[in-house]
């Protein structure tokens, strides 16, 4: 019953691969496999991440062309997520960050050549619900908000700059998730399907983000006690933003340069120090990338988390190494 069960999800979720994305849009960019699930009864874990994003070159649909108005964007944030298990089935998630920069440099005669943003993103609360944690299978689902507490409006000279220099997109937003993963202890693997799907509120300039649909799947092999190595596909796809119709305020235009489908494979490494303490790094290389119109596109971006665990103590615990 489970088997056919867990096919029908997967089914559910591949048949919903659709997703897009602007080159530095704003969000939440903490990574990696180690907030997907639930964690054991009181126990609290804490990552911290460090996140470097770039972007080169524009694309229209999917082919490539040379720069003519924006010549690089980059981002680095620094994000932290605090998860605790008020139960064995429920789990609740914080996660806040902050933009040390969100920065695009222009070509030749464009003035200023660079635009700089920088400051906290938002905060995001998202309860987890276990449905199933049996026989090495985990189904979990989860329903988040993302509440806007950055700036979303600044100015150079006089003017509100442009959306990717923005450390928030200054709008509330609605999260669901759905995580799935199955162990094979004798083969030292694991492996998961995640599911996010980010519906877009609209800010006080009334202006909204198209909404995100990301699924992910991984495949992690523990070589040791100390490495695990993992393999991660995952698609995005973000609709077109959205703002009022000058002509009829009370209906919205789709923004025709906004809007994407992309596809990244992302390995990834997590040292164990101990069993409470681990190093994460990870790389997203884009393999896939559509967009309409011509976008300035993702070129690259590499992380590193430390992921800390604190769990109850117990008379029965086993040393950590």
Not at 175 to 198: A, D, V
């Amino acid at each position: 019953m489970w088997n056919k069960l867990v096919i029908l999800l997967c089914v559910l979720l591949l048949l919903s691969i659709k997703g897009a994305a602007q080159c530095c849009s704003p969000g939440n960019p903490v990574g990696g496999i180690g907030n997907l699930g639930t964690l054991n009864e009181k126990t609290l874990k804490i990552i911290l991440t460090h996140r470097y994003s770039y972007s080169g070159k524009y694309m229209e649909g999917n082919k490539s062309y040379d720069p003519y108005f924006v010549k690089t964007g980059n981002f680095n944030y620094t994000g932290i997520l605090l998860a605790y298990a008020l139960s064995k089935r429920i789990t609740t998630e914080l996660e806040t960050g902050y933009f040390e920069n969100k920065s695009q440099t222009y070509v030749d005669g464009v003035l200023p050549s660079k635009k700089s943003g920088n400051g906290i993103n938002s905060i995001t609360v998202t309860p987890k619900i276990n449905i199933i944690k049996k026989n090495a299978w985990e189904i979990t689902t989860g329903l988040g908000i993302k509440y806007p507490v950055g700036a979303y409006n600044k100015e150079f000279n006089g003017a509100i700059a442009e959306l990717d220099v923005q450390p928030s997109t200054g709008a509330t937003d609605f999260i669901n998730t759905l995580f799935i993963s199955k162990e094979y202890l004798e083969k030292h693997l694991r492996f998961f399907l995640y599911n996010r799907i980010e519906l877009k509120g609209t800010n006080p300039l009334q202006y909204k983000y198209g909404n995100l649909y990301a699924t992910s799947f991984f495949v992690s092999y523990s070589a040791s006690v100390r490495w695990d190595f993992i393999a991660q596909i995952r698609n995005e796809f973000r609709e077109k933003d959205e703002r009022p119709a000058q002509v009829k305020p009370y209906d919205v235009v789709k923004i025709p340069i906004s809007g994407s489908e992309k596809v990244f494979f992302s390995p990834q490494v997590n040292y164990n120090l101990n069993q409470t303490l681990s190093i994460f790094v990870l790389a997203d290389v884009p393999i896939y990338q559509y967009y309409n119109q011509q976008q300035l596109a993702n070129s690259y971006a590499v992380s590193i988390s430390i992921i800390k665990k604190i769990e109850p103590k117990s008379k029965d615990k086993i040393k950590t190494l």
